[in-house]
T-cell receptor, first 116, second 114 residues
Framework: AQTVTQSQPEMSVQEAETVTLSCTYD???????LFWYKQPPSRQMILVIR??????QNATENRFSVNFQKAAKSFSLKISDSQLGDTAMYFC?????????????FGTGTRLTVIP | DAGITQSPRYKITETGRQVTLMCHQT?????MFWYRQDLGHGLRLIYY???????DKGEVPDGYVVSRSKTENFPLTLESATRSQTSVYFC?????????????FGPGTRLTVT
């Protein structure tokens, strides 16, 4: 079974500063995908960034980047120049890479508050 | 409207009642999923479907029934609601490989069982 662990239930960061959210996972799969989802108060799940395990290069999307350490099974999210709109729950998620329906395994989430 | 929609957005029901949560997507995605979100658990998979008339259990299927007679619809039924089924329910769809396995989520349904 796949497990995803987010050890930081809550974090806060000053506006314009940088924050890193941690995520570790456990799997015996060699090829898989990793995701970070954002859930603002509206409850909508929004994909922030994704990483394919076979790619060594860390994914980047504007102010969001990841530090993917495959051997350590670690997948942290760095948010640079934090904005008030970044206040949300952040979920790390794992997906096996296989043909067919691929469901997501989620961590328990980190609640991030950006302080003005 | 294009995208994935869920109805109702909010529902209060009594223990023992049957409740159906609706999910509709306009992309003709093959794959559809139902998750529930609870504090301390993140999102957990209830059921999923690979195509019309093909469904399978996820991590927490007990007490739920699904059907998929049309590609675009994937209703979730609680046959006899219990308080432990109070949760927020999310439907998601995916085009599989053609969309790099990305899942698109609906806005969620908050269900309260009294």
């Amino acid at each position: 079974a796949q497990t995803v662990t987010q050890s930081q239930p809550e974090m806060s960061v000053q506006e314009a500063e940088t924050v890193t959210l941690s995520c570790t996972y456990d799997t015996s799969e060699s090829n898989y995908y990793l995701f970070w989802y954002k859930q603002p108060p509206s409850r909508q799940m929004i994909l922030v960034i994704r990483q394919e395990a076979y790619k060594q290069q860390n994914a980047t999307e504007n102010r969001f980047s990841v530090n993917f350490q495959k051997a350590a099974k670690s997948f942290s999210l760095k948010i640079s120049d934090s904005q008030l709109g970044d206040t949300a729950m952040y979920f790390c998620a794992f997906m096996k890479h296989r043909t067919g329906a691929n469901n997501l395994f989620f961590g328990t989430g980190t609640r991030l508050t950006v302080i003005p | 409207d294009a995208g994935i929609t869920q109805s109702p957005r909010y529902k209060i029901t009594e223990t023992g009642r049957q409740v159906t949560l609706m999910c509709h997507q306009t992309w003709s995605h093959s794959y559809m999923f139902w998750y529930r979100q609870d504090l301390g658990h993140g999102l957990r998979l209830i059921y999923y479907s690979a195509a019309a008339d093909i469904t399978d259990k996820g991590e927490v299927p007990d007490g739920y029934v699904v059907s998929r007679s049309k590609t675009e619809n994937f209703p979730l039924t609680l046959e006899s609601a219990t308080r432990s089924q109070t949760s927020v329910y999310f439907c998601a769809s995916s085009g599989g490989l053609e969309s790099s396995y990305e899942q698109y989520f609906g806005p969620g349904t908050r269900l309260t069982v009294t």
